[in-house]
C-alpha cells in the first residue's frame, strides 16, 4: 500500500493511510476515525466499500465492521468476529 488510498463514499473522503507504526489508519478527515468505533487503538487491514453512503473495515484482531454514513455521521451498523 501507498501513502494512503482515497474512497468517496457519498461526499465524504474515507482516508486508509498506511499503517507504519500509526494504529487508527481509516479515517474521515474532521468527521470519523475508526478508534471512534472501535474504542482503542487498532489497525484496519482491509476495506471495502459496500453502496454510495456504507462500507466495511476489518482490524487485525479479526473483527470487521459494517459503517453507514447518516447525515453527516458514520453510524456503526455491525461488528462481527471474522475468525
Avoid at 481509516?26 to 466499500?49: F, K
Avoid at 456504507?54 to 468476529?81: E, H, P, Q, S, W
Amino acid at each position: 500500500m501507498n501513502n494512503r488510498t482515497e474512497y468517496m463514499i457519498g461526499n465524504y473522503k474515507l482516508i486508509w493511510a498506511n499503517p507504519d507504526n500509526n494504529p487508527n489508519n481509516l479515517y474521515i478527515e474532521g468527521v470519523w476515525n475508526m478508534r471512534d468505533t472501535v474504542g482503542h487503538d487498532e489497525w484496519c487491514v482491509a476495506v471495502s466499500l459496500l453502496a454510495d453512503d456504507m462500507f466495511a473495515f476489518n482490524t487485525f484482531n479479526c473483527i470487521r465492521y459494517t459503517m453507514k454514513i447518516n447525515n453527516g455521521t458514520v453510524v456503526l451498523i455491525d461488528k462481527k468476529i471474522t475468525k
